[in-house]
């Protein structure tokens, strides 16, 4: 996409859309706004051809504006580039946790990925989205059986995270066939986005200590209702370095070396997710391809340094795939000025439909997507209307002059906003529409105030 945007407005909210020739290759992780982003004549931003604005009136305020091909973009870079570089087989996995519904799930697999669900609930839309249950892998520290069940029942793999669940599974085994699993390790890395450790022991709720790994392949050796197709480790998210994987990678594969032991064939070694996204002009993620590359070739080198056949190569990376594809439009409403203090700007939602900042303190950056080209004069406060100090949006946001009624756009809500959403103050949770070639469909409803009450009971003798 060309950048048809003079110098000297730079400093308006068009700055957030990078300079953009045809024929580069843009990592959608590398960027702020989606792909498809354009100021149009108006000075309106657009997104997926269609009008942001004109969007908020036709499906109401907040919206999640999600652009598919940007979705699409990222996930083919991810599942070309482990064809490019692995020379076995792979297979890329969307961890859903980052934004599980329908539509998501369907676009995710029509691109050839599989999907990384932790819950009955996610299980249950993936399936009902069409998704092959051969490419689903159930996670998690506490299944339930009626989780464990549905999955076994369904043909997905469960990635056995503990002993208790362990047990549970051989209890659930029938004779029919052996249950499809993998194991889940803490590999002892430890991340801090910007920094990481490696310690023999990880303080962790997840997976199985490595000191554990003879007596847990001992066990499961020794199961003939246990399939136990590989291993699986996830080091942490929002990561910047490619270090940290290629050791977490390389130590794998000396576990898939201990496993061959046991006279456990194990064929399947995934590597988690993590890989970062820009939130903010600082952030500086590698790209998805320089992400996966680097995986694809520790994996081989420690391979042929063990003289072990190369497993099939899993990554689940959730934020990096679909973060950056979705923005968030709100309506600006009240404000408030503290003489020598600060400026609060409110919008019409906030904690209950991004609780990201109240709960990580994360940074976004925002837009008034009917006011793209216009100087940005103001540094106020962005607010929601929840009934709390803390549910503060964007602290500082630098923005042209706004007014009741502008439409404020928040970049790079695609991962962890929809999905960690709630009803706080009993706010309706937003819509969200799918937006390519200027076209809108929904692919959330709004929800209703009916919706509000549809699981509230009232006791005969209350009424
Ligand atoms: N696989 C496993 C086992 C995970 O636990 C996670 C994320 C992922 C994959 C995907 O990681 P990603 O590629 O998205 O970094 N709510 C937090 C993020 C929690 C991530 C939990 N696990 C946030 O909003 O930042």
Redesign the pocket.
Known sequence: MVSTLPVEVQSSGNQYLSQRDSGTILSPNQELLPLNARVNHHNSLEIGGCDVTTLVQQFGSPLYILDEQTLRTACQQYRDTFKQYYKGESQVLY?S??WNCLAVCAIVASEGLGI?VVSGGELYTALNAGVSSDKIYL?GNNKSREELILAIESGSTIVVDNWYELKTLVELATTDAAIRMMLRLTPGIECHTHEYIRTGHLDSKFGFDPNDLEEVFAFVSKQPSLNCVGLHA?IG??IFERQPHRDLAAVMVQWFRDAAKYDLELTELNV????GIKYTESDDPPSIAEWSKAICEVVQAACASLNLPLPKLLC?????LIATACVTAYTIGSAKTIPDIRTYVTIDGGMSDNP?PIT?QSVYRAVVANKMSASLTETVTLAGKHCESGDILIKNAQLPKTEPGDILVVMGTG??NYS?ASNYNRLPRPAAVLVANGEANLILQRETYEDIIRQDCLPERLK
Request: aromatic share 10%.
């Open positions: 961890a946790k980052a990384d996670h996830h998210s929002q988690g997710g993590g890989l689940e990376p959730g934020r990096s990201r990580y991962a962890y960690m």
